[in-house]
């Protein structure tokens, strides 16, 4: 049973390292590899009842614990493209730090005609 | 009798754990739209890992590590919606719209010019 569960661990890792390397925005990308990292912490679990040797357990608890902080800082780094930011904006304000190499041009014109995403969605103008 | 039952449950934790987390990583390359495959990743965070630590739970019975087993799925279960959330509103903020927006929005654009039309004898 340990080994039917690490072998779909394992082909769930496999497909969101496929997403990762194909994955068209950051976003994509960032999400694969927090998948890859939740695996990675049962995997260790997984892998120390399948060895016998449930030390590595405290592996894991570390390995959760980094994941979560490093996909934070990931994510704060693409939204700001700066760690010293603070997470507040004005609601009205433009975005400050967009990345227009990987946006479609439409989506472009749309926040630069209408920067607050809530109201766009309502299908306000 | 009893280690019996534990055993045929923890398996069938383990099964119903690795089937989620399979489902999920599917989903996760199949699926369209970036928001979607958001849907489908949390779905391996929340039922895969928390099937397959408490098959494992089950396995360790009450020993220290069924205790660190249980942290870590406290773990998971807290900071995995809130990198989901975090991830969601970064990429909503940064410009990413949902599919079926972008459709609406590719349909409004095809009926402009009749609306146009219309307007303009009136």
Partial sequence: ??????LAILVTMALALARAVLGPTVFDRILAVNTIATKTTILIALLGFLTGRPDFLDIA??????????????????????????GWLE????????????????VIEILDNNPDPEKHREGGK | MMNMALDVLSWILLLGGGFFVFVGGLGLFRMPDFY???HAASLTDTMGAGMILIGLMLQAGWTLNSGKLMMILVFIFFTSPTSTHA?????LFAGARPLIAR??????????PDSDKEDAPS
């Fill in chain 1, 1 to 6: 049973m340990y080994t039917v569960a690490t």
């Fill in chain 1, 61 to 86: 608890l570390a390995y959760a614990l980094i994941n979560f902080i490093g996909s934070i800082a990931i994510l704060k780094f693409f939204k700001y493209r700066d760690f010293s930011r603070s």
């Fill in chain 1, 91 to 106: 609601p009205d304000a433009p975005h400050p730090h967009r990345m227009p190499n990987w946006m479609p041009p439409e």
């Fill in chain 2, 36 to 38: 979607t495959r958001v």
């Fill in chain 2, 87 to 91: 991830l969601a509103k970064a990429a």
């Fill in chain 2, 103 to 112: 459709r609406e929005k590719s349909k409004e654009k095809n009926k402009l």
